[in-house]
């Protein structure tokens, strides 16, 4: 970039949804591409930068979109890039859109809305090969000439005519800005203009948009800038063109239409009759009533089996490397707090985390290719009569299915569902599906309590039955949702339905990529706080009564029972006893250590409040202990149960301790009877007790008070469910 | 003939939009999709559980539930 001529050209990237908007960003921009995002709206874009011929380029990614009548505040933010109105981002000096060469008179609908906006355009023609399929033929140099701006013909799967793409945009910037095409009625046009001359020169295209949307987020902007009068103006215009016949709703569409049906009469050849294309053969199955809807459940089977069965290697692998490095700052550092911070608050709590990123990954890679090939789509339509009746749409069946594997990823996937109701009304549900993080307490508790002495069907039931729970749960909460909070426009399903394509290796790749990142990034930086402070409360303080340390306790018995455990006479009954004697002695500090500790003091605190549930003290720290991560709790039962630390929860003696608890106000009493063992559990299926997830919906939604809600009503209903189960199980059982 | 609407035409009919009923959201967005009167659109498909259905409209296909489809008039195209 030394010449004197190099220059940085901004270029905005729009187009409709499956155009291949993003293959076409990603062949591009390469690598480098980075989130920007925007104060107070939940969309983002993409930037990236490129150099073409001692130019340099910078490229913005905007949301895929039908039309540019913005109906939120999301889509007035990518309006007002394109416009150059945005604070956050610089003037495009040129717009690349982008458009379905096989879908040419809907794609061209955005295209006429671009090009009265008086910046240079270049309009990339792309799937011209699917086009050919199909018998249509375009004709680029007409349409160019038709329009007054560049066409490109590109295939952006297979990196054509990206150069020539490239050298259109470097040419546009200097040529002169297309004369935007006549569209509307003279009648509009002369309201237009007289309400234009009472601005500060606002652009035609906005007070086209004014006077058709009649929306209130336009007008308002409106009214800030040039007072009620003007408004007033406005609304005398809509009346006038109402008295004279041309009605605004649909006034645009069908003017444009009509515009567009004049373009394509001599650039877009149709066959006399529509071949039958590879989509029509593929659809004839997989939107089959029978063969589609067994295709369906094989594919969510695939999927959900390789979550659990591919992920497991890798996840077993993170865990020992997890243990590795703990074990390792064990002998390289003196003990002390600073010691147990490092290993028990930040590699065990970062480690918790990257736990799940196989499972992300591979979840992500699913959707990516379900998605680039178009099956997602069929799955939408396939399902949405199942989710209308909850008030939601076959979109945001994925989402769903895909947090009984982890809410987190199943969160990010909502981004699909573009009504901001039903997103959010799914986001808000999603936690409710039981994820994998519960298996491990249903594991503990179903093992425990429910295996030995009962039916040979009873533990399977139970499992069956509290995913069961999350299923049913769910949609009545969304359908709740619906009803109240996030009341709206009739839900809708309106989708395109797009034509199969092989899935770009480099758009899946570059999906995975971007969720395992921010899965880490930004969830992994809120978990780790939170098990910082949690190490703390369990940590401090940690003087016993006799003013000894018990951390210097605990590692002295620690090395006491390793010394015993390499001595030579190993299979001695005496030195077993032994070590039996020394394990209980350690225990009994461990459990002491964390009865005293804030949290252990704290748990003393909530008794009363987890009384209810049949619940003791111990239970309740243990619980509270596992707000930030669920799994958290099986080795916390084991660490106040006096177990020790090192259990999972195949571990039998786990297992006998829980069933030999008792109350330590009344010492006969055993504390889990299996209505409490199922109050936990069904507390444990309701509850939102997982930092990363909040973080989640923090980040998706752009707000605090939408994780609090999630934390608030989930807590609440998990209170309300393990009570009634408590009640209700020894009313049942005696 | 008026009472014709789209969410009750079978598989593989061709139909032409009469008009569309209604001034809300809904119908601007199937305005904006190409849906406008005047138009041949056929049924291509209708899903396992009787809803939503999917129509071929201008060179590609839509998918819109009963509810919407009833608002289109249509009328029957040899």
Request: proline letters at 5%.
């Amino acid at each position: 970039m030394t010449s004197t001529t190099a220059r940085t050209i901004r270029v905005a990237l729009v187009g409709n949804p499956n155009t291949g908007k993003s293959t076409l960003f990603n062949a591009l921009a390469g690598l480098w591409q980075h989130v920007g995002n925007y104060p107070g709206v939940t969309i983002e874009t993409k930037k990236g930068s490129f150099e073409f011929n001692g130019n340099h380029f910078e490229i913005i990614d905007l949301p895929g979109t039908y039309s540019l009548a913005p109906r939120s505040p999301d889509e007035m933010v990518a309006v007002e890039i394109i416009l150059g109105q945005s604070d956050e981002e610089e003037p495009p000096d040129v717009i690349l859109v982008i458009a379905d060469a096989s879908n040419l008179e809907r794609n061209l609908y955005l295209t006429s809305q671009i090009l009265e906006i008086g910046v240079p355009v270049v309009l990339a023609l792309n799937m011209m090969d699917v086009a050919e399929q199909q018998g249509l033929r375009v004709d680029c140099d007409q349409l160019a000439q038709t329009l007054g701006v560049p066409v490109v013909p590109i295939q952006a799967n297979k990196q054509k005519g990206l150069e020539t793409l490239k050298a259109a945009l470097a040419d546009a910037v200097h040529a002169t800005r297309p004369s935007p095409p006549a569209i509307f009625p003279e009648l509009f046009e002369a309201e237009v203009a007289s309400l234009q001359q009472a601005t500060n020169g606002e652009r035609p295209f906005m007070i086209r948009r004014l006077l058709v949307d009649g929306n209130d987020l336009e007008e308002s902007r409106f009214r800030q800038r040039y007072g009620e009068d003007f408004i007033r103006a406005v609304h005398a215009a809509r009346e006038r063109l109402a008295n004279n016949g041309s009605t605004l709703i649909g006034l645009e569409a069908r003017s444009r239409y009509a515009w567009i049906r004049q373009v394509t009469s001599n650039c877009l050849h149709r066959p006399e009759v529509r071949p039958v294309t590879w989509t029509d053969r593929c659809d004839q199955i997989i939107t089959h009533p029978l063969w589609g809807t067994l295709l369906f459940l094989a594919v969510m089977f695939v999927v959900f089996q390789s979550i659990f069965t591919w992920a497991t290697p890798l996840m077993d692998l993170i865990d020992a490397g997890k243990e590795a490095l703990s074990g390792w700052v064990a002998t390289q550092l003196p003990p002390g707090p600073l010691t147990s911070l490092l290993r028990d608050g930040i590699i065990e709590g970062v480690g918790g985390v990257i736990i799940f990123l196989p499972q992300i990954l591979i979840l992500f890679a699913f959707i990516a290719v379900l998605e680039d090939s178009g099956y997602m789509a069929r799955a939408a339509f396939l399902m949405d009569r199942l989710m209308a009746r909850c008030g939601l749409s076959g979109k945001s069946f994925i989402p769903m299915l895909s947090s009984i594997a982890c809410a987190v990823p199943g969160i990010l996937a909502t981004r699909v569902i573009e009504n901001r109701r039903d997103r959010l009304a799914t986001i808000l549900v999603a936690p409710l599906m039981s994820c994998s993080a519960r298996l491990p307490v249903y594991n503990l508790i179903i093992a425990a309590f429910l295996t030995q002495g009962h039916a040979w069907w009873v533990p399977g039931l139970t499992l069956f039955g509290m995913y069961l729970l999350g299923i049913i749960v769910a949609p009545m909460v969304a359908w709740a949702l619906k009803g109240t909070l996030l009341r709206g426009e009739t839900p809708t399903f309106i989708m395109e339905m797009p034509t199969y394509k092989w899935p770009s290796p480099r758009t899946v790749l570059r999906r995975v990529q971007d969720a395992g990142w921010e899965f880490l990034h930004r969830a992994g930086s809120i978990i780790l706080a939170t098990m910082i402070i949690i190490w703390a409360l369990l940590y401090f303080p940690r003087t016993d009564p006799k003013g000894g340390y018990y951390d210097v306790r605990v590692v002295q018995l620690e090395a006491e029972l390793a010394e015993l455990a390499e001595s030579e006479t190993k299979d001695s009954e005496e030195l077993k006893n032994k070590i039996d004697a020394k394990q209980n002695e350690l225990n009994q500090v461990r459990g002491d250590w964390k009865r005293q500790s804030i949290l252990g003091r704290m748990g003393h605190a909530v008794e009363p409040i987890v009384e209810p549930l049949g619940w003791d003290w111990r239970l309740g720290m243990a619980t509270l202990a596992s707000f930030p991560a669920r799994e958290v709790i099986v080795g916390t039962l084991g660490i106040i149960y006096n177990v020790g630390d090192d259990v999972d929860e195949e571990s039998s003696s786990l297992h006998e301790s829980l069933r030999s608890a008792t109350w330590e106000k009344a010492p006969q009493k055993k504390i889990f009877t299996i209505p409490v063992a199922l109050s936990v559990m069904v507390f444990f299926a309701l509850c939102c007790q997982c930092a990363a997830t909040l973080a989640v919906i923090k980040r998706e939604t752009n707000s605090w008070s939408w994780p609090v809600f999630t934390f608030v009503y989930m807590t609440a209903l998990a209170y309300v469910g393990a009570f009634v189960t408590y009640h209700v199980g020894t009313w049942l059982l005696g | 003939m008026n009472a014709l609407s789209l969410d009750k035409i079978p598989i593989g009919q061709r139909v032409c939009v009469d008009a569309i009923q209604g001034d809300d959201a809904i119908v601007s967005r199937l305005f904006e999709m190409g849906l406008l009167e005047g138009e041949i659109v056929e049924v291509i498909g209708i899903a396992p559980l009787g809803d939503p259905i999917q129509i071929r409209l201008r060179d590609y296909r839509l998918c819109l539930r009963k509810q919407e489809a009833s608002r289109v008039l249509v009328s029957l195209v040899a």
